[in-house]
């Protein structure tokens, strides 16, 4: 249980700690060699540690086969994406633990069980080769959609093999025989045309960004050399990377080239007749190009024509026209106080947006093929969580679905369907509804809000049962990072091993997310991170003050940005928190722009090696904050060797760092998964066990909430 020892004030550590802490645990960034081998024996250590105690908890075989059943079961709606006249899907279960990749006709996915045709078994696969294939997509050549290059991590990488494949024969086509062959790295491809691609990926020297991404685009003909394709376009060291956009809309065929200088900045080009025009936008605009329009999205304040559209903005402008150099845009979406612009999905006449209004979606449509283009409400279920996704191909020539739509709906008590739906009309098809996968019976969804350092009023959702008080183990999730919203969903994890076993559910919709626009996501970057995690406690701290919790009982978990964030939040106020569960986390500040995809998260965080940035850094960093004689909950970090996104150095180094302190924590590290953390649905069963049944060692035994 947490000391109830006073912490400092948040965010005022002793100034710059990093000049004081000795980082004896640097060896355990090694991933390679035989460093890596002596880092790795610490990992395998420190896991069978861990195991030992969590696995021997009463409720964790229980969990674990439950949530084995729920990711394995059969009733789940197979989730699909349209390449011509096919739904394609990944399916996982328990016979097939890392896929079949399958696909059936668009007109037989609304029956119970369509008949899916097998495209690629991913365990067959990797049985033969001897590998640990896990699948992340494919990129097909429209609008025949025969040719298409399946990228194929190993252990769940982001660096990935891609291979080119037929899908009328089912089968890989071999290098001697012209197919394409790319090896594993963190690549970005395009199919020019049938016999070319436009890719970036590692060459050696020079062909990669600081963060590790693509920086050139070559064009590279079948049947030659990928080291001698021509660059066309290639940007800068310090960019993220570079990419590039075909765009096959018959009547405006076109190609983009784009330099992303930062996380939230991008230089773009038109090629056309082998030359690159710039495209005269902001950078930090989410910009693209839909037949005739083109859709803006600024992320600051932009005055052009005589208006200012605030950040949030979504715009309409002709395509035809901005190359005149006129700016006349038509709004589409304009922000309004607890109403921001979640997403929107573009069908062959109409613009659908995605609406959140405190953090519960609305649907509005535009109707593009109007004069002037029309909006409409949409009516569809609220509260709660929509996304569509459009069926429209722009590469098709004719598209019998061009004005189609599939809905998707959630809320945390209420299971995922799915309906098939057309624009300019409400009426709805019912196509996939999963079952109920936990009792929610007598449990209810509240929403609340806190009062942050600043003043600032931060919502966030109650989830539990009925009389339920200050001795209810309550978990607390949070992310608050990159403009990532957590809108309500629907998890029968959190419900068979959590909600109804007697926990409470709590998510906190924290500046550095995207539920109120871009202005609530830059409140909390760079100098202003803090506000982040003044945010989280201001959530617990009101947890508490309305009975709904005490410290003993409260956990807090968060992954990857979320980690930073329950890792700081621990560091700077350990006594408020009886659990944390630090997932795949960034908690090494001072370096984290120097591991692996690092640098490009600089925008997000600012630049350690910059006086002035590392001021604000050094203040939550949560690594250099660890300080002897403070009593810390005895948190559970966990991550993945073969995360080549966020290094899992920093979870071993906290660890580590925790344990020479004499703090006890525990320990897990999957071997595979990548920043998922898992490759298959055994592992993500496993890891999910040990992290619920670690919260419910920490905050109170299963069943004893009220």
Not at 360 to 365: G, Q, V, Y
Not at 400 to 408: E, K, M, N, Q, S
Not at 677 to 685: E, F, H, L, P, W
Request: include cysteine.
């Amino acid at each position: 249980m947490p000391d109830p020892t006073p912490s400092q004030p948040s965010g005022t550590p002793p100034a710059d700690p990093a000049a004081t802490l000795n980082d004896e645990c640097l060896w355990l960034e090694a991933l390679e060699g035989d460093a890596g081998e002596r880092a790795l024996a610490w990992v395998k250590a420190r896991n069978a540690e861990s195991q030992a105690v969590l696995e021997a908890r009463p409720e964790f075989a229980p969990i674990r086969q439950e949530l084995l059943q729920l990711l394995n079961a059969q009733d789940r709606i197979p989730h699909v994406a349209r390449r011509g006249d096919w739904f394609y899907n990944l399916w996982q279960d328990d016979a097939h633990p890392r896929g079949l990749w399958r696909r059936c006709r668009i007109e037989d996915y609304a029956l119970a069980e369509p008949p899916w045709q097998t495209v690629l078994d991913l365990d067959a696969l990797g049985q033969v080769e001897q590998r640990s294939w896990v699948f992340h997509g494919a990129v097909a050549l429209a609008p025949d959609y025969r040719r298409c290059l399946v990228c194929l991590s190993d252990g769940g990488a982001d660096a990935s093999e891609y291979r080119e494949f037929d899908l009328e024969t089912l089968r890989f086509i071999p290098v001697e025989d012209g197919g394409f062959f790319v090896p594993e790295a963190k690549t970005d491809v395009e199919w020019l045309e049938e016999h070319t691609l436009l890719i970036g990926t590692d060459l050696g020297p020079g062909s990669l960004t600081d963060s590790g991404y693509p920086r050139q685009v070559r064009r590279w003909a079948r049947g030659t050399a990928l080291a001698d394709a021509p660059v066309l376009f290639e940007g800068q060291a310090s960019d993220v990377s570079v990419s590039a956009s075909v765009d096959r809309t018959p009547g405006h065929e076109r190609v983009f080239f784009s330099r992303s200088l930062d996380f939230y900045n991008e230089s773009r080009f038109l090629w056309r007749d082998g030359q690159l025009l710039p495209v005269d936008l902001p950078s930090d605009m989410s910009v693209h190009a839909h037949g005739p329009w083109w859709l803006l999205r600024p992320r600051s304040d932009w005055t052009v024509a005589g208006h200012t559209h605030p950040a949030g903005s979504l715009l309409l402008l002709d395509d035809a026209a901005f190359w005149r150099g006129e700016r006349q845009a038509r709004i589409l979406f304009a922000p309004a106080p607890g109403r921001s612009l979640d997403d929107y999905s573009l069908t062959h006449h109409h613009v659908l947006l995605t609406i959140s209004e405190h953090v519960a979606s609305r649907l509005e449509e535009w109707d593009l093929s109007a004069t002037p283009p029309t909006r409409r409400t949409v009516q569809a279920p609220f509260p709660g969580a929509l996304s569509v996704q459009t069926l429209h191909d722009s590469e098709l020539p004719q598209d019998r679905f061009g004005d189609d739509y599939l809905l998707h709906y959630s809320d945390f008590l209420t299971p995922d369907t799915v309906s098939l739906a057309h624009a300019g009309r409400d009426e709805r098809t019912p196509l996939k509804q999963r079952g109920a996968q936990f009792d929610a019976t007598g449990m209810t969804v509240q929403q609340h809000f806190a009062r942050s350092a600043d003043g600032e009023h931060i919502p966030y959702f109650v989830i539990g049962g009925p009389g339920q008080g200050a001795d209810t183990p309550t978990l607390l999730y949070g992310y608050g990072g990159f403009e990532v919203s957590l809108q309500p969903w629907y998890s029968g994890t959190n419900g068979r091993a959590w909600l109804t076993r007697g926990g409470r559910l709590v998510v906190a919709n924290i500046r550095g997310g995207g539920e109120y626009g871009p202005h609530w996501h830059q409140a909390a970057t760079g100098a202003q991170k803090q506000r982040s995690f003044d945010d989280f406690i201001a959530v617990a701290e009101d947890l508490v003050q309305r009975g709904l919790t005490r410290p003993e009982r409260l956990g807090i978990m968060g992954g990857s940005n979320g980690g930073l964030l329950v890792g700081a939040c621990m560091v700077q106020r350990p006594e408020l928190f009886g659990a944390v569960v630090c997932q795949v986390p960034l908690l090494d500040m001072r370096r984290y722009h120097l591991l692996l995809a690092g640098a490009s998260w600089m925008a997000e965080y600012g630049d350690p090696d910059e006086p002035d940035d590392w001021t604000h850094i050094a203040r939550y960093s949560p690594y250099q904050n660890l300080r002897p004689g403070v009593r810390y909950p005895r948190a559970l970090f966990a991550t993945s060797t073969r995360d080549d996104r966020v290094h899992p150095g920093h979870a071993r180094k906290m660890a580590a760092r925790l344990l020479s302190l004499g703090q006890a924590c525990y320990y897990y590290e999957n071997i595979e998964g990548g920043h998922g953390g898992a490759a298959d649905n055994q592992q993500r069963a496993q890891l999910q066990a040990l992290e619920f049944s670690y919260l419910w060692q920490q905050l109170g035994d299963a069943g004893t909430g009220g």
